[in-house]
């Protein structure tokens, strides 16, 4: 169908019991997620609720009752009480902390977990040969944002927390195309350990801790329930009708699944990229030790996301290496797009893939395809001031907004842009329900990439790099890993050259 039509059109396809309408064209994307207060994508979430996060039966009728949106105000004709508003309670707590100072700290906390992880590791001034660049990520980032997110006591009590989850998604597949236990055993009681094991940290960590303090005089941290994020969603779910220890234990496994399993993948492609170029990697890291702070060795976080070739780097990895999809409902009416009467309760399906490698979108935005789209570009969203200027002024005429600008005029360099892309790049969704810990993730991502590469000389073994492709077994519904293992070595950087 794509190939017969282009991206112009909305197009309806049947697969079997499933019929939905694919949209790819840019500006009804665009429309799309504008139209928030209209569409929804409460049937996705009610899908991975069952299927992925193994919600409770007896409490999935209550997130399908919720019809309130996701405003302040709820939706005149909802009959739903402001403290069951689930939808809405969740969204407007990560706003809340995932942004501002709190996200400042969490980042800072992050960092400063990962770098007393790695710094317990048995890694000196000699090379030691690791056998897969992945799975060191994982162990290490994985358990560095887990105690930053959800505190240390759950690590204490769960020493294979980290392993146990990695278990987890790797079904992911299997659980949204819904295998039932008796094909995959294993996989169903790894999940159930977890969410026992879930239950068990909350109960000791309200034991000892009190959800309720989540103003400003308050901890942004502690041990038992960890960022400050964590207590409020124990807050208002404690104080919700229906919302039973096995719900929480659900939704916190979501916490986990969200915080963990589409970011890795782009720091293990973003440090990938950067290890095999060996120029590209001295040019990203001249920006990161712009970033250095003065006190304890770390990075100014916010000045580190805001350069210039490290923001097109990251976009890029997430460009290429996201394959997410996007659902929207009309739950109540039909809904018009480009002239097209979409009937209400039919699927809107969005993927962020497609519009990633949608050439003619590229060149309409004014973006000079110097590299194929299917090919990693790390200048991709460079452009020059002045051309960004001229984008700006466009925009500004015909009343569209800036989604992303830089925050620095560096006189003739070549700065980072987002602008002309609202509809292409798209990897952590759009609208009113674009993922709210994209700040945090591209923190995590850039942070990670600056500490390793500040504090240790990486090194790729011998290998065809070209090998090392993603797995579109997870295709569409998340960040791709490698297919393959990817050995290299590793050593701490002198003193005298860190």
């Not at 197009?11 to 019991?17: C, D, I, P, T």
């Not at 993927?351 to 979108?361: C, D, M, Q």
Request: hydrophobic share 40%; with cysteine.
């Amino acid at each position: 169908g794509r190939k017969r039509y282009g991206h112009c059109i909305p197009l309806e396809f049947r697969a079997g019991w499933l019929n939905f309408v694919v949209v790819s064209n840019p500006e009804h994307i665009i429309t799309v997620f504008k139209s928030s207060k209209w569409l929804s994508s409460k049937p996705a979430t009610i899908f991975s609720l069952k299927n992925l996060l193994a919600t409770p039966p007896d409490v999935i009728p209550f997130y399908e009752a919720d019809d309130s949106g996701m405003a302040g105000n709820p939706r005149k004709e909802s009959k739903m009480e402001q403290k069951n508003r689930i939808h809405y309670w969740q969204a407007i707590t990560a706003q809340k902390f995932l942004s501002g100072q709190h996200l400042v700290h969490l980042s800072n906390r992050y960092l400063t977990t990962l770098h007393r992880n790695l710094e317990s590791l048995s890694i000196g001034e000699d090379w030691v040969d690791m056998p897969d660049l992945y799975n060191f990520l994982q162990r290490n980032v994985t358990r560095a944002a887990i105690e930053s997110i959800m505190g240390s006591k759950i690590l204490e009590m769960n020493p294979t927390l980290v392993e146990d989850f990695w278990n987890f998604d790797n079904c992911v597949p299997k659980f949204l195309r819904g295998l039932p236990r008796w094909l995959i055993p294993s996989a169903y009681k790894n999940r159930d350990n977890l969410l026992r094991n879930i239950k068990k940290w909350h109960e000791y960590a309200h034991k000892h801790s009190d959800c309720t303090k989540t103003g400003i005089e308050d901890p942004e941290w502690d041990p038992y329930f960890g960022f400050k994020l964590v207590r409020a969603r124990q807050d208002y779910a404690l104080k919700m009708d229906f919302m039973s220890a096995d719900a929480r234990a659900s939704e916190d496994l979501g916490l986990l699944f969200a915080s963990n399993a589409n970011v890795l993948p782009a720091v293990f492609w973003l440090l990938f990229e950067a290890l095999k170029d060996p120029d590209l990697h001295n040019r990203m890291l001249q920006e990161v030790t712009t970033c250095a702070s003065i006190q304890g060795g770390g990075f100014d976080i916010t000045k580190l996301s805001e350069q210039p070739l490290l923001q097109s780097s990251y976009a890029e990895v997430l460009r290429i290496r996201v394959a997410i999809t996007m659902t929207r409902v009309n739950e109540f009416e039909d809904f018009t797009l480009a002239g097209y009467r979409i009937p209400r309760h039919k699927p809107i399906v969005i993927f962020s893939r497609t519009s990633a490698l949608n050439e003619e979108a590229w060149v309409q935005a004014g973006r000079e395809i110097t590299k194929p789209l299917d090919e990693f570009h790390a200048e991709r969203f460079l452009i020059h001031p002045k051309t960004h200027d001229r984008e700006r002024e466009k925009k500004k005429k015909v009343g569209i907004s800036d989604n992303i600008a830089p925050k620095t005029n560096l006189d003739d360099r070549l700065q980072f842009s987002l602008d002309g892309l609202a509809g292409c790049w798209i990897p952590y969704g759009g609208g009113q329900r674009m993922c709210p810990g994209r700040h945090f993730a591209k923190n995590e991502i850039l942070g990670t990439f600056a500490l390793l590469c500040t504090k240790y000389d990486i090194e790729l073994q011998d290998m065809d790099t070209g090998k090392v492709q993603s797995d579109f077994g997870w295709y569409p519904v998340g960040s791709l890993p490698p297919v393959c293992k990817v050995p290299f070595r590793i050593r701490m950087k002198s003193a005298c050259t860190a």
